[in-house]
Structures are given as structure tokens and as C-alpha cells.
């Protein structure tokens, strides 16, 4: 039995409602994407494991159930997190305005020693483009954000944006983050070609039912 945990980073997505980031993480997790989203219910949460440096990292994804229609996340929901993406739709000018007058203050006031991504999703829509990009770089430096252009629906800007992501990361903070309350899943529990994430999503879910998205 091997008795090594697993590292795990806490990977927090936000933005405004439909801007495509449960469809983003469906994608990059579970490599499906679906034109029509139902919304999300309950709390998702989806994991995978990456191998960076030879060492085996759980990426904890957490997604917003439809609170962010309501602009009412608890600071629950961002606690902890080690990576947070602000994710808008580049054919809607409004979700990007919401990411500079609102989210990322959300984000600032919840968080400490986070990588922040910027993500600006549905990049194959990109003839109709509303949001000025200059704009959106000058603020990802303002905020020393990591900014991509990626599409939900194709799962190769979404492996290389994570995977950008989750090494930059690992060069920013090496491997001394905080064990967070996933590290007792125990490196048996998963296969490396073939990882059973059902089993991992279960017990996460179970041990953290309570906490979730209140
Ligand atoms: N064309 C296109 N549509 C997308 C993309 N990502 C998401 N969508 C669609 O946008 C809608 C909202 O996506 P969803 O993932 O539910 O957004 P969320 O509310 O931010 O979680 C769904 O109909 C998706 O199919 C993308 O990259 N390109
Ligand atoms: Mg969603």
C-alpha cells in the first residue's frame, strides 16, 4: 500500500453566468463539451490528477451552482483557493465589465497567494468579438493576471492554459502550499492511466457536503 497523499490545489472559477465556466472545467476534467448547458445545479466539484515535476498534484476544480447570478458567493467558496480564473465571453461586453468592477474585487478581498488567470472564453465565436482585447491585457498586467484566449469547445487552449497555469504556479510557490482537507485521499486510491475519478468526486463531495456552497 502506499501510504504517500496526494498535493492538492484548490482551482476556483468565476465570472458572470453563462460565460461557459462549468463547460470550461467539463471539458478540461471530464474532456465533454455540450452546446446546451443545463444550469448548474447543486455543487459541482470535478478533480483531476497532473503529474508536474514527477509529482502527482489533485487539481480541485470548484464552480459556481448559479450563485453568481445572484452576485452572493459566500467567502467560503473562495477560501483556500490556490489558482482562481475570472472567466468572461468575448461576445458579451458586460461580462468582461463585470470581471473589472466586481469579481475581481471579490477576489482580492477573499483571497491570499493566489496565480490569477483571466480567461476569455468562446474564442471560436471570435468574429463576433465585442470586448476590446488591449483592455482586457491591460488589465490582466494591472492585476498580474495570466490572460488566454480558449474556447470551452476544444479541449487543446483548455489542456494548455491549465497546464500553463499549474506549472506557473508550482514555479511561483513550489511544491510548500498547505496540505488543504483533500491531502487524506490517499495516492492508491488512483490510477495513473486510468483515474477513477467517480471515486475521488465521492468522497470529496461526502466528506464536504456541509461546507459547500452555502
Ligand atoms: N460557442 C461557444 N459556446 C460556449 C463555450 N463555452 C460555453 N459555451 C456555451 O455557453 C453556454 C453557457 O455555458 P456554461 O458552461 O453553462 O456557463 P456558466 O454559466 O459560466 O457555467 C452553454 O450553452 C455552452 O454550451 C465556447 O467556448 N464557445
Ligand atoms: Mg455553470
Redesign the pocket.
Known sequence: MNEEHLLSLKIT?L??????????I?QYVNKK?????L??IGCDKFSRVVNIQNKDILLNFW??A?Q?RFKSLSPMFLKGSNIVIL?Y?ITNEASFNALENFWINIVRDNTENILLGIAA?????YENEKVNEEKVRKFAERENAIFAC?????YLPIEVFFSQLTNLYISKYGFDFNLNEYSFLSKDLISQDNIPLNNINNIINNKNKKNCCK
Open positions: 472559477l465570472g458572470e453566468s453563462s460565460v461557459g465556466k462549468t463547460s470550461i467539463n463539451y455540450m452546446e446546451t448547458n444550469t448548474t464552480d459556481t448559479g453568481e472567466v465571453d472564453n468562446k474564442n471560436d465565436l480558449i474556447s470551452a469547445k476544444d
